[in-house]
């Protein structure tokens, strides 16, 4: 019912920023939430921000509080996630997810998408 399309992902340098787009087919509606997440091999996938549709309010893994800023465009139906100040240990591959807050809180999702590669280089 919904199609999420990462893009963005690339090859920075430590201390540099990207920024990464995840376009939603379908239409979102009231109680939903929009979040990324990332995966490293052999790890589990790692909550990163969530945002709201509705409220736009925002929530971000104490790891990449301060650096990276979710944010989203609800007339395109796309979710942003702004990464400055990134460090190798960001590197990974990000998706998008689409769920209840509740859910994209606890690593669920109704929705993913395929992902993004994320390489921070030292």
């Known amino acids: 019912q919904v199609q999420l399309v990462e893009s963005g992902g690339g090859l920075v340098q430590a201390g540099g920023s990207l920024r990464l787009s995840c376009a939603a087919s379908?239409?979102?509606?009231?109680?939903?939430?929009m979040g990324w997440f990332r995966q490293t091999p052999g790890k589990v996938r790692q909550f990163v921000a969530a945002?709201?549709?509705?409220?736009?309010?925002?929530f971000y893994a104490d790891s990449v509080k301060g650096r990276f800023t979710i944010s989203r465009d609800n007339a395109k139906n796309t979710v942003y996630l702004q990464m400055n100040s990134l460090k190798p240990e960001d590197t990974a591959v990000y998706y998008c997810a689409a769920d209840t807050l509740p859910a994209l809180l606890k690593g669920l999702g109704n929705y993913w998408g395929q992902g993004t590669q994320v390489t921070v280089s030292s």
């Open positions: 945002i709201l549709w509705s409220g736009g309010n925002t």
């Open positions: 379908g239409r979102t509606f009231g109680g939903y939430a």
